[in-house]
């Protein structure tokens, strides 16, 4: 660790329970964050889980259910990381 956490540049949804978050620290994180499933906020359904938007400070996302997770959770359960394609 010892570093800063790296900003949300852009999120999406590939598939229920799964995000793919790009940051900027030039990585893609792709993770799956049904381990959460059981939070009562968390989206229940498709439908819900592709409403979600990076929070203003770029640090979380959030849900219109009102389900949030931090930069650093999405980094520490990414199964998958590859070089972003977006820039900061």
């Not at 660790?1 to 540049?9: N, R």
């Not at 893609?28 to 439908?47: G, I, M, N, Q």
């Amino acid at each position: 660790m010892g570093g800063t956490t790296p900003l949300i540049l852009g999120v999406s949804t590939p598939a229920y329970g799964r995000v793919s978050m790009d940051a900027s620290d030039g990585r893609c994180y792709h993770a799956d964050l049904s381990t959460f499933a059981r939070v009562h906020c968390y989206p229940k359904t498709e439908e819900e889980w592709v409403r979600v938007t990076p929070d203003a400070a770029g640090l979380a996302l959030v849900w219109s259910s009102r389900f949030e997770v931090h930069a650093d959770q999405v980094i520490a359960l990414a199964d998958r990381v590859e070089p972003s394609r977006r820039t900061a």
